[in-house]
Protein backbone atom coordinates (compact mmCIF):
# COMPACT_ATOMS: atom_id res chain seq x y z
CA UNK A 1 0.00 0.00 0.00
CA UNK A 2 1.22 3.74 -0.75
CA UNK A 3 1.74 5.76 2.01
CA UNK A 4 0.40 9.58 1.91
CA UNK A 5 2.24 12.08 1.26
CA UNK A 6 -0.16 14.46 3.74
CA UNK A 7 -2.95 13.89 5.61
CA UNK A 8 -4.68 16.99 5.15
CA UNK A 9 -4.01 19.54 2.04
CA UNK A 10 -4.10 22.73 4.29
CA UNK A 11 -1.48 22.28 7.13
CA UNK A 12 2.07 22.18 7.69
CA UNK A 13 2.49 18.37 9.23
CA UNK A 14 5.00 16.71 11.45
CA UNK A 15 4.62 13.39 11.76
CA UNK A 16 6.32 11.63 14.77
CA UNK A 17 6.72 8.16 16.21
CA UNK A 18 8.87 5.97 18.93
CA UNK A 19 10.71 3.02 19.04
CA UNK A 20 11.59 1.04 22.33
CA UNK A 21 8.32 1.27 23.93
CA UNK A 22 8.33 -2.71 24.51
CA UNK A 23 11.83 -2.78 25.34
CA UNK A 24 13.36 -4.25 28.80
CA UNK A 25 16.66 -1.94 28.71
CA UNK A 26 18.06 0.79 26.99
CA UNK A 27 15.92 4.53 26.12
CA UNK A 28 12.61 4.96 24.30
CA UNK A 29 13.21 7.50 21.53
CA UNK A 30 11.29 9.41 19.33
CA UNK A 31 11.84 11.22 15.60
CA UNK A 32 9.74 14.20 14.64
CA UNK A 33 9.76 14.82 10.55
CA UNK A 34 8.47 17.58 8.23
CA UNK A 35 8.99 16.61 4.40
CA UNK A 36 8.41 20.10 2.94
CA UNK A 37 7.05 19.84 -0.85
CA UNK A 38 9.56 18.57 -2.65
CA UNK A 39 10.40 15.31 -0.88
CA UNK A 40 10.02 12.33 -2.53
CA UNK A 41 11.50 8.85 -1.65
CA UNK A 42 9.26 5.83 -2.73
CA UNK A 43 11.51 3.21 -0.12
CA UNK A 44 10.38 4.87 2.61
CA UNK A 45 7.93 2.40 4.66
CA UNK A 46 7.62 1.66 8.81
CA UNK A 47 11.15 0.96 9.92
CA UNK A 48 10.02 -2.75 10.95
CA UNK A 49 9.47 -3.93 7.47
CA UNK A 50 13.01 -2.46 6.18
CA UNK A 51 16.63 -4.27 6.25
CA UNK A 52 18.98 -2.65 8.20
CA UNK A 53 21.21 -1.65 5.26
CA UNK A 54 17.89 0.35 3.61
CA UNK A 55 16.94 2.15 6.86
CA UNK A 56 20.89 3.38 6.74
CA UNK A 57 20.37 4.81 3.33
CA UNK A 58 17.44 6.33 4.03
CA UNK A 59 18.51 7.97 7.43
CA UNK A 60 20.68 9.92 5.74
CA UNK A 61 18.72 10.59 2.75
CA UNK A 62 15.45 11.84 5.32
CA UNK A 63 18.10 14.10 7.06
CA UNK A 64 19.19 15.64 4.04
CA UNK A 65 16.11 16.03 2.05
CA UNK A 66 13.28 16.56 4.52
CA UNK A 67 12.28 20.09 5.55
CA UNK A 68 12.70 19.45 9.28
CA UNK A 69 13.66 17.22 11.69
CA UNK A 70 14.41 15.96 15.31
CA UNK A 71 15.13 13.02 17.28
CA UNK A 72 14.85 12.49 21.44
CA UNK A 73 15.18 10.16 23.87
CA UNK A 74 14.34 9.34 27.83
CA UNK A 75 16.24 7.04 29.95
CA UNK A 76 15.03 4.00 31.82
CA UNK A 77 14.21 6.35 35.10
CA UNK A 78 12.60 8.38 33.51
CA UNK A 79 10.24 5.18 32.00
CA UNK A 80 10.76 3.88 35.58
CA UNK A 81 9.26 6.87 37.36
CA UNK A 82 6.63 7.97 34.59
CA UNK A 83 5.51 4.37 33.21
CA UNK A 84 6.22 3.90 29.41
CA UNK A 85 2.86 5.29 28.28
CA UNK A 86 3.80 8.69 29.54
CA UNK A 87 7.62 8.43 28.58
CA UNK A 88 6.73 8.00 25.21
CA UNK A 89 4.55 11.03 24.61
CA UNK A 90 6.88 13.17 26.48
CA UNK A 91 9.81 11.30 24.46
CA UNK A 92 7.42 12.27 20.71
CA UNK A 93 7.33 15.96 22.76
CA UNK A 94 11.00 16.40 23.14
CA UNK A 95 11.45 15.68 19.23
CA UNK A 96 8.65 18.22 18.51
CA UNK A 97 10.48 20.43 20.77
CA UNK A 98 13.78 20.62 19.18
CA UNK A 99 11.78 21.23 15.61
CA UNK A 100 12.92 24.69 14.25
CA UNK A 101 9.71 24.82 12.34
CA UNK A 102 6.52 25.16 14.01
CA UNK A 103 4.34 22.66 12.59
CA UNK A 104 0.53 23.40 12.06
CA UNK A 105 -0.67 19.73 13.06
CA UNK A 106 0.91 16.76 14.21
CA UNK A 107 0.41 13.52 13.17
CA UNK A 108 1.29 10.43 15.52
CA UNK A 109 1.48 6.79 15.22
CA UNK A 110 -0.68 5.23 17.83
CA UNK A 111 -4.17 5.97 19.90
CA UNK A 112 -2.57 8.13 22.49
CA UNK A 113 -1.29 11.27 22.52
CA UNK A 114 -1.32 14.17 25.07
CA UNK A 115 -2.06 17.76 23.65
CA UNK A 116 1.28 20.01 22.69
CA UNK A 117 1.71 23.59 22.28
CA UNK A 118 -1.68 24.14 21.55
CA UNK A 119 -1.22 22.15 18.16
CA UNK A 120 -4.06 20.24 16.80
CA UNK A 121 -2.53 16.31 15.90
CA UNK A 122 -4.19 13.60 14.66
CA UNK A 123 -3.49 9.71 16.77
CA UNK A 124 -3.65 7.31 13.66
CA UNK A 125 -3.02 3.41 14.15
CA UNK A 126 -0.18 1.57 12.59
CA UNK A 127 0.36 5.25 11.08
CA UNK A 128 4.24 4.22 10.43
CA UNK A 129 3.08 1.92 7.55
CA UNK A 130 0.11 4.46 6.06
CA UNK A 131 1.79 7.90 6.08
CA UNK A 132 5.30 9.50 4.76
CA UNK A 133 6.28 11.57 7.48
CA UNK A 134 5.68 9.10 10.26
CA UNK A 135 7.49 6.32 8.25
CA UNK A 136 10.43 9.00 8.15
CA UNK A 137 9.97 9.24 11.54
CA UNK A 138 9.94 5.68 12.46
CA UNK A 139 13.38 5.17 10.71
CA UNK A 140 15.25 7.69 12.05
CA UNK A 141 13.86 6.51 15.57
CA UNK A 142 14.65 3.42 15.11
CA UNK A 143 17.86 3.98 13.62
CA UNK A 144 19.05 6.02 16.38
CA UNK A 145 18.24 3.44 18.93
CA UNK A 146 19.57 0.78 17.31
CA UNK A 147 23.07 2.44 16.74
CA UNK A 148 23.03 3.46 20.65
CA UNK A 149 22.16 0.05 21.60
CA UNK A 150 24.82 -1.34 20.11
CA UNK A 151 27.10 1.15 21.33
CA UNK A 152 25.93 0.14 25.00
CA UNK A 153 26.80 -3.67 23.92
CA UNK A 154 30.37 -3.00 23.97
CA UNK A 155 30.34 -1.96 27.74
CA UNK A 156 27.63 -5.17 28.60
CA UNK A 157 28.22 -7.76 25.87
CA UNK A 158 26.23 -10.33 27.74
CA UNK A 159 22.68 -9.32 27.29
CA UNK A 160 23.23 -9.43 23.35
CA UNK A 161 22.05 -6.04 22.96
CA UNK A 162 24.19 -5.60 19.08
CA UNK A 163 21.56 -8.42 17.76
CA UNK A 164 18.18 -7.69 20.28
CA UNK A 165 18.19 -4.05 20.79
CA UNK A 166 17.03 -4.52 24.35
CA UNK A 167 13.97 -6.38 23.54
CA UNK A 168 13.30 -9.41 25.87
CA UNK A 169 14.80 -12.27 23.53
CA UNK A 170 15.28 -15.95 25.03
CA UNK A 171 19.09 -14.52 24.99
CA UNK A 172 18.78 -11.41 26.95
CA UNK A 173 16.19 -13.43 29.60
CA UNK A 174 19.25 -15.83 30.25
CA UNK A 175 21.03 -13.09 30.60
CA UNK A 176 19.20 -11.44 33.24
CA UNK A 177 18.81 -14.75 35.00
CA UNK A 178 22.93 -15.15 34.89
CA UNK A 179 23.46 -11.41 35.56
CA UNK A 180 20.70 -9.79 36.79
CA UNK A 181 19.58 -6.75 35.53
CA UNK A 182 22.15 -3.06 34.75
CA UNK A 183 21.57 0.39 35.05
CA UNK A 184 20.45 0.68 31.78
CA UNK A 185 16.93 -1.69 32.33
CA UNK A 186 13.89 -0.98 33.35
CA UNK A 187 13.26 -1.59 37.32
CA UNK A 188 9.35 -0.98 36.43
CA UNK A 189 8.80 -3.79 33.62
CA UNK A 190 9.23 -6.50 36.80
CA UNK A 191 12.40 -8.42 35.49
CA UNK A 192 11.51 -11.06 37.46
CA UNK A 193 9.16 -12.09 34.85
CA UNK A 194 11.62 -13.72 32.95
CA UNK A 195 12.34 -16.90 34.90
CA UNK A 196 8.91 -18.31 33.80
CA UNK A 197 10.48 -18.65 30.61
Excluded at 16 to 24: A, M
Excluded at 32 to 39: C, P, R, S, T
Excluded at 43 to 51: I, W, Y
Excluded at 159 to 164: A, E, I, L, P, Q
Amino acid sequence: MELKRKWTDIYLEAGCDEVGRGCLSGPVVAAAVILGDHFMQHLVDDSKKLTCKTRTYLDDYIKDHVQDYAVAELPPSHIDEHNILNASIHVMHKALDQLRTRPELILVDGNRFHPYNFIPHQCIVKGDSKVLSIAAASILAKNYRDQLMIKLHDEFPHYGWKTNMGYATKEHREALNRFGPCEHHRKSFRLSYIEEY
